[in-house]
């Protein structure tokens, strides 16, 4: 880790990274001795924050709690592979980082290209061009997914690219994603992906159709198994979304004729897309 920093540093031309992950684990370094040299590495000014990239979310809470344990850095992010086509990491990843205060960063938020609407289904496999072109291993389900964001991209005024981005960027837990370009205008693109708000309804058949089946032990961590087996007959929640109001520092918005409007009064993200939503435990009325 050391090493590959000093390395990068000096091909950067710089004396620091503002966030410097560890890329995949190797299943042999001891986590304590990651997060040490993590904080080691902080301290002598040489990055600002630290992260885990693709590692497993039972060595991700081990190290998040190893350094609040010891009172070293802790880690900022997490990141992994997320996209309508791919949405394993819901289950366990996403109430981890929501618990333990770490935002993830999702790469592929396009699925490989499938979620860009540049290729088509044929006979022989995958239509189109690009690296995916002749592939054979396109499922049902994923022909299911493209059909929806092409409908929702369509009623948006919006290409099947942006909404892709942006149902990934704003999913719970997530604070950023990753996006490839192979050109200026698919850059741009990407960077107005958050220009416009994913509608509610529209959301839901995104959701709908890329549906994820929970396996066990997590199919039993829903509303209906719950109180169906730990509160029959009752409806359990925890706190309620008005709670506490989501924070926001920013400057006020000048406001015609009138007095500006301080930013804090929106929210951070619709309701909907909050990072947390409330827990209710209850049987479908």
Known sequence: MIRALDDSLRRLGTDHLDLYLLHTWDRITPVEE???????????GK???AGLSDVPAWYAARAQSVAEAHGLTPMVT??????????????????MAQVL?????????????LLTGKYRR????LGGEGRLAGAASVSDRDWQV???????ADGLG???AQVAVNWAATQP???????????????DASLTALDFTIPADARALLDEAAAWPLPKPYSMFTPEYQSWIVSPGLTIGDKPAGYAAPVVNGAAEPVADGPAKPLAESPAKPAAESPAEPVVNGAHA
Request: charged share 15%; proline share 5%.
């Open 101 to 113: 205060g770490m935002g993830l960063t999702v790469w592929s938020p396009l699925g490989g290209g």
């Open 78 to 95: 997490v990141q992994l592979p997320y996209s309508l086509m791919d949405r394993a990491i819901e289950p366990e990843f996403v109430p």
């Open 146 to 152: 493209v059909a929806a964001l092409e409908k929702v």
């Open 47 to 49: 990055i600002r924050y």
């Open 173 to 187: 837990a997530v604070a950023s994603a990753v996006v490839g370009a192979g050109s200026v205008a698919q850059l």
């Open 158 to 160: 919006r290409s099947m």
């Open 122 to 125: 044929t006979a022989g496999g």
């Open 34 to 44: 990651v997060v040490r040299t993590f904080d080691d590495l902080v301290r002598a």
